[in-house]
């Protein structure tokens, strides 16, 4: 049973940082890569990083990049997604998600099979 938890999402100024944490239980069995989309009102999903947690080869969509760094402990069975030079574009519920590594290789799906309950991120 696969489960993800996010939390972090706060209301920030445009320019700030955030950092949001995912922590994930219950693998499905094939190699799992996590990963982050977010969906804004009136907008369509967006798959915004993706990190492969045994080779930690990353994924990150053009509008984050440079911005946004997804991180991994393993130990902790926990996913991180670093954001600073925030802007009001990125405002959004950002979502946790499990992906199979073997599928959609260098792209996050914004259409996972597993995702969290999403947390607010809101840049004013």
């Known amino acids: 049973h696969v489960q993800l938890v996010e939390s972090g999402g706060d209301s920030v100024q445009a320019g700030g940082s955030l950092r949001l944490s995912c922590v994930a239980s219950g693998y499905p069995q094939y190699r799992t890569c996590l990963g982050w989309f977010r969906h804004a009102p009136g907008k369509e999903r967006e798959g915004v990083a993706r990190?492969?947690?045994?080779?930690?080869?990353?994924y990150y969509a053009d509008s984050v990049k440079g911005r946004f760094t997804a991180s991994v402990d393993n130990e902790k069975n926990t996913l991180y997604l670093d954001m600073k030079n925030l802007n009001p574009d990125d405002t959004a519920t950002y979502y946790c998600a499990a992906v199979n590594c073997g599928l959609s290789v260098g792209y996050m799906t914004p259409y996972p099979d597993f995702w969290g309950q999403g947390t607010q991120v809101t840049v004013s």
């Open positions: 990190i492969d947690t045994i080779g930690g080869a990353t």
